[in-house]
């Protein structure tokens, strides 16, 4: 078997190169020859450009937030740059300027490397998926919160109000002999009462049941997209299920407001799974956020 001879003249080398740029031209803006520039210095400074574009946009961040910035490991910031550099989409550009006003942001603690290698592995399309969660989850957060700060001022005036009425017709009726239309309107209004007392208590534990509850993850996502996600460890899946009772009897009650199941049979079954933003995941969308001026 004869050996085969690799040609390496000058004419060879060049026919090579020719192919190859007319592949890149296909595929970056604007075309080597437009540059004049070798192939290799071509995608140099177009890494370069990138660069300094993302790095003059996170100075304008800090002078506009008042960030005196401070000195980051070179672990980190090498890494960040490099990312940065290949990145097209200006959307994603801006959070890479954002992500870096925040590392040397001395008021935060930031300073994980995993980060920059986050931002280098998800698309646009993915990050505005996970940006909105975590924007919804904080202003749900942010109204329930304040539900249950009012809840807490008005509730003990409001039970204690609802009590002593309850208190009042019960004794009023206590009082009565027989049962005429006053006596039932009464009744009926002490069960109103009741009822609104049963309401007001319930009140904070539902609250407490909405701020538990997780935000979903927004957006329409491929499946692709949201394996990523997950490998990444930004969102993982939790299972939705329903329960419906089986072989049951009802007892009604017309005294009562409630209806009594007997010998009721529950089958839960998993229905379809939702995505939730992990602590990574939000942790990483606030250090790509502009941080709020109070």
């Known amino acids: 078997m004869t050996d085969k001879k690799i040609d390496i003249t000058s004419a060879a080398v060049e026919k090579g190169l020719d192919i190859v740029k007319d592949f890149l031209n296909k595929l970056i803006i604007p075309t080597v020859e437009e540059t004049g520039l070798l192939l290799r210095d071509k995608v140099t400074m177009w890494r370069f450009n990138n660069q300094v574009k993302m790095l003059n946009k996170a100075r304008v961040i800090c002078e506009k937030n008042g960030v005196n910035p401070k000195k980051v490991s070179l672990k980190v910031l090498c890494p960040l740059l490099d990312y940065a550099g290949l990145e097209e989409d200006e959307v994603l550009q801006d959070k890479w300027a954002q992500l870096l006003a925040n590392m040397v942001d001395s008021g935060q603690n930031i300073e994980n490397h995993v980060f920059p290698y986050i931002l280098s592995q998800i698309s646009t399309n993915e990050f ?21 700060e009012d809840l807490r001022k008005v509730k003990p005036e409001r039970e204690k109000h609802l009590k002593n009425k309850i208190d009042e017709i019960g004794k009023w009726l206590g009082t009565q002999k027989s049962w005429n239309q006053p006596q039932w309107t009464k009744q009926q209004e002490k069960m109103k009462l009741e009822s609104d007392l049963r309401e007001l208590l319930s009140q904070e534990y539902k609250l407490k049941e909405s701020i538990n509850e997780p935000q979903y993850l927004s957006g329409d996502l491929q499946p692709y997209e949201i394996a990523n996600l997950i490998r990444l460890g930004l969102i993982k899946a939790v299972q939705k299920t329903y329960g419906y009772v089986k072989y049951h009897k009802i007892r009604n009650d017309p005294n009562s407001e409630y209806l009594d199941l007997e010998d009721a049979e529950v089958d839960i ?25 109070k």
Do not use: P, W
């Not at 975590?134 to 249950?148: A, G, H, P, W, Y």
């Not at 998993?270 to 990483?284: H, R, S, V």
């Open 128 to 148: 505005l998926s996970l940006e909105t969660t975590v924007i919804l989850n904080d202003e749900r957060m942010t109204k329930l919160n304040l539900e249950s």
């Open 269 to 293: 079954q998993t229905e379809y799974e939702e995505y939730i933003c992990t602590d990574l995941g939000i942790l990483f969308i606030r250090a790509c956020t502009e941080k709020k001026v």
